[in-house]
């Protein structure tokens, strides 16, 4: 499905980037991934995508320095070959209510929601608009669409991927390139390890599976879209939440 | 025991009966009528012994205060496994019986008789013949403790002083398994400051320490501990600090020896991030040493908290004390905190009301957070937040919650206790009974319970005062 498509991932180390990674390493792609604090799960998951014979690159990148993720956009094509998807799945959240979230609180949470997904965007677009082809897969959240018990300013950041999600579709379809958003729901394994039971009860009773999702199921919609199968599908926002 | 409601009124001369119970004669030991007298603002329990007369001794200092208490909500908590049939009234079939009112929350476990000190005012028995509790021993009294209790929030080992027991961390190492969680080992420092390699060996493996701590002045540590050990205390601390291990400063006021010393504790609390918790404990005149120790004066837990307000400059005031939830109102007060490492302390009544707080605090000595408290706490945290209050609060708060959810991979349940450790402190207000005091009502809640055998928990002060001095090889053997 994927074979010898070179990909990148970002925020590739946690349990739903890990989980696309290895979607994609297993549906034939070279895969770059960062990662930000987990640099032991990063290097171990390098290993097991090479055992596939698979090339995968690891790096840390802070996704608020423009920088340095021009210089790892100019790395992975050098290592890896001209990239044909880009998976934005880096996120942050903390766990605050709206009282204790301060300016500075705010600025960072935007910052590295929405600032690493415009500036790796930007650094691997301009790549695919001169290949004429492309691929882009945004990481939301089913808190930028429904009400729910999060932080606002996760919320926020959240909310504003759609609207990025579709502007740059707009803008970079005449090249061939797809934008999507996938919206996933509560995931084990991902910040969704916050809830408390009480939240993870509500959620069950109001997902018609009565259960949250797994990473590897919000993997297998990233890698369907990363393909040539999506062909025709562009612009949209595609809940995985088990039906809410 | 029966009680009635009463407004107190202010004469000094007015008596009220508060209720009637049992007791126990300090001279003969019989078991005997007590009640429960209001003398103005003042609250006695009188005894009256055939033989040997009658007796009061102070319980409450203040009737408001007792009044007040006395309404809080219990948590009633039935002990899991109690001795086959009650036998005889309390405190006579402990074991516990099925009268007891309250599971077992501290199970207090002696390992050794042996201590390094002869302190007067100990309610414990040193034996010529030191005796080393084998770990085969303390692993099957542990065995029973979570047969009997389906498992406990925290342990204490104590002795005579454990650190001397030559297998201490073989025991500590029995005593890390499933159904246990925090570890508290009991100490009076000397062996932390003189062997280093011992507080190592605690912090790696996660121990609790309680250390012993009545004065830092020269003179009264030799009326207290029969020594000057003060020395020992400031290198025990200093250990302490170095390893970060947990500690609880145990405290134990003596009327009229250092009840001016309130305000270091306090400080110590406030600024020292390895010091968790300051149990006050009042002297109780029983035992070994304290039996014989004089002036006899008890002082009751509101006195306490009075003291503390005064030595905080009303900081911590006596409205954020409130009775332990599982205890006796005239045994334990607490008052739970919010810390930072700027070195304050904030009552956590300033932000949630004492039943929100008792409701985190049924199940024993550690708080629970629940979805309930949760809830509270946010509706809580809003109304300071917007009335533009206790920032200092907020603040922590905040540093707390960054602590619990880090950025990255979530940590684990214990990780996220632990973190939390760090921003609530505790002062409890602990006060033994001792014969004067003793009245059945109170024991029969007691939940801090020794393992006095493979088949027996018995409340503590029935141990102290009933238990104890039979016992081959942790009382006077007689």
Redesign the interface.
Known sequence: MLADRTIVVTGGS??IGAAIVRGLAAQGAHVALTY???KERAETLQSEITALGRRCLVAAVDACDGKAIEGFAARVESELGPVDVLVNNLG?T???????IEESDWDEMLSVNLKGLFLFSRAFVRGMIRRKRGVIVNLGSLAGHRMLEVPVHYATAKAAVTGFTLSLAKEVSRYGIRVNEVVPGLIKGGVG??V???QLAAYNEHCSLGRPGRPEEVADLVVFLASERASYINAQSISIDGGI | MESCALRPSGDANQVNYLGQSRGLCRECGDRVEVRYVARGQRVYLERLCPKHGKHDALVAGDLSWYLEAMSHDVAPCPPRKVRAEKQAPCPDACGPCLFHGQRCHLPVLPITNACNLRCPICFGYNRSAPYFMPPEEFAKRLDFLLEATGGVDLINITGGEPTLHPQLLDILRLAKRPGIGRITLNTNGLGLGRRPELAAALAELGIYVVLSLDTLHRERSTVLHGADIVDDKQRALATLQKHAIPTTILHVLVAGVNEDEMPSWLDLLAAESFVRSLTIQTMTYTGQGGSSFGPRRPIPVDEVERMIEGASAARIKVSDFMPLPTAHPLCYGVSYLFSDEAGSLHPMTRLLSKTEIAGMARDGYLLHPSDESNAAMKVALDRLWSEGAEPDILRILKNMLTALYPPGPPIDVYQRQRAAERFVKTIFVHAHMDEDTYEVGRAMRCPDQVVMDREHLVGACNFNLIYRMPDPLFGAGR
């Open positions: 946690g349990a930000k604090r987990g942050s903390q766990v605050l209510p709206f009282a204790l390890l916050n408390t039971d009480r």
